[in-house]
């Protein structure tokens, strides 16, 4: 059973989104500390939980990469099922970078439950960063069952808004940019863009994301 760090709106809760660390830092990372208080006060409850190998790294354990990213659905799928019992009405999944790319491959599922109304990628891992002329990890997106938001820094390396300008996705995946963000949304220092103000727009967008798909 996962430990769930739970970040609840002050009102009713439009939806409930389970989010999923990134590759390298914690559930309890500035990042996603920043964007679950952003979430609830656009009205989203924010199920936080950790992957094995990272709740192992608080108990001195190993810190070696990640499995690949197909290996960590059953620990989505076991996090959903928990959720599940935890709390009422839809349900949204996502995650920061990896954890985005793992929900998305969950949502691909046959058996993924009718609350799941949606999921929700902070910074998809488009590429390895800065090799956009590697294989593109579309896959899990263009297999979703549900819609996808994606909220993506216009720089990002692991897909910059310019690179994304060349393909074509799915007409159930959307995205929406932040100004001048990197893969954690903070833009350069001349940009007028904030690294809250790209936070709060992310926020904003999957409220709105929430309230179409629900």
Not at 34 to 51: D, H, M, P, Q, T
Request: proline letters at 7%.
């Amino acid at each position: 059973m996962p430990d769930f760090l739970w970040t609840r709106p002050d009102t009713s809760a439009v939806a409930t989104l389970l989010l999923a660390h990134g590759a390298g830092a914690a559930m309890d990372s500035a990042f996603m500390n920043k964007l679950s208080a952003a979430l609830a006060a656009n009205g989203i409850a924010v199920a936080r939980f950790e992957f094995a190998y990272m709740a192992g790294r608080r108990t001195g354990g190993s810190k070696r990469p990640p499995p690949r990213a197909d290996k960590l659905i059953g620990e989505f799928q076991t996090a959903l099922q928990a959720l599940m019992s935890e709390s009422d009405g839809p349900i949204l999944i996502g995650g920061k970078s990896m954890g985005g790319r793992v929900a998305a491959m969950l949502a691909g599922g046959a058996s993924l439950p009718g609350r799941v109304k949606g999921v929700c990628c902070f910074g998809y891992p488009f590429h390895p960063t800065g090799k956009a002329e590697a294989d593109w990890r579309l896959e899990p997106l263009q297999g979703a069952k549900r819609r996808v938001l994606i909220c993506q820094g216009d720089r990002d390396p692991f897909g910059s808004r310019a690179e994304l300008d060349e393909i074509s996705l799915p007409e159930h995946v959307a995205i929406t940019y932040l100004e001048d963000g990197n893969h954690d949304f903070g833009p350069r220092g001349k940009s007028p863009a904030t690294l809250d103000g790209n936070i709060a727009e992310a926020a904003k967008a999957v409220a709105d994301f929430a309230g179409k798909v629900s």
